[in-house]
């Protein structure tokens, strides 16, 4: 039986790309204009798992998906690391300067500033995907318009590329992160990465102290967010990744950090992407 796997976005997109990487080409895919559609996919059954971006190493952070993935009582089974390859494409034959506008996803355009500041001609403007737009410039045949999209799209939309790896910075990887209804997914044994969320009394050197259990009990931070409690001005909700060589070791740090902090979560136990 298929899996149903829930994508922002459409065939082409990075998402898609992920989907199948991870899940193999044998899926039933769930294409949706949002991520809060997403969400609705799996609360819903629509869709077994579904893929989400969490950050990128040019743009940072994508703080929505993190209140998501969080609010939904969503957990995160395993995450991907994509290398991310930028292209500006347009209809055959079309070359930059008889563009006018391009459209892509903001997390995508803002990727790519410093190639575009050299063309002031060209107006960008958002939109909600990056395949989207390719499929858009196929579908109503959209002379002088441009998408910034994966190779993936230009060959999917018989586009042609006319700028390849437009992206500021050519180490561009995307880190998403695979989020079913349930958690369970993986034995123990193969658990070496978790994702926490929690929050600290306004106490001095509250945050130092639970970073110093992390470390006493052998695991390595790689990722520290905050979030503000909207309920509470000035209040923030902690989001940390760590990983350890053996569960016992982040066993015995849970078992500390519940009592040292409130509202504590396990948004998720699963095995570390090959970065």
């Known amino acids: 039986m298929k899996l149903n796997i829930a ?3 459409v065939q082409g997109s990075f998402h898609h790309q992920v989907a199948n990487q991870y899940f193999g080409n044998s899926i039933l895919l769930q294409e949706c204009a949002s991520f809060s559609d997403v969400v609705k996919s799996l609360k819903m059954n629509n869709s077994d798992k579904a893929v989400m971006a969490l950050e990128n190493s040019i743009a940072g952070s994508i703080l929505p998906n ?8 969503l957990h995160i089974i395993g995450e ?6 930028m292209n500006l494409m347009a ?34 403007v958002e939109s909600i995907d990056t395949a989207e737009t390719a499929q ?22 018989d586009l042609e590329i006319i700028a390849v790896g437009i992206h500021t910075i050519k180490s561009n990887k995307t880190r998403f992160v695979i989020v079913k209804a349930q958690n369970k997914e993986i034995p123990k044994e193969e658990i070496n ?9 306004d106490t001095p050197g509250s945050l130092a102290t639970v970073l110093n259990v992390m470390n006493n009990c052998k695991l390595n931070l790689t990722k520290i967010q905050s979030l503000p409690v909207i309920e509470t001005p000035f209040k923030y ?26 509202h504590f979560k396990v948004l998720g136990e699963y095995k570390k992407g090959i970065q």
């Open 237 to 262: 909700s902690f989001f940390v990744d760590v990983v350890f060589e053996r569960y016992r070791y982040y066993e015995k740090a849970k078992e500390i950090l519940e009592i040292m902090t409130t």
């Open 80 to 85: 991907h690391y994509l290398d991310i390859h």
């Open 91 to 124: 209809l055959k034959g079309q070359k930059i300067e008889d563009l006018k506008e391009v459209h892509s996803h903001p997390i995508a355009l803002l990727q790519c500033m410093v190639f575009f500041n050299q063309y002031p001609h060209i107006k960008l």
């Open 136 to 157: 858009r410039i196929q579908r109503e045949n959209l002379k002088g318009i441009g998408a910034v999209a994966a190779p993936i799209a230009a060959e999917m939309y």
């Open 66 to 73: 993190y209140a998501l993935i969080d609010q939904n009582e």
């Open 193 to 201: 990465k978790v994702s926490l969320k929690f929050e600290l009394d």
């Open 7 to 9: 994508i922002q976005g």
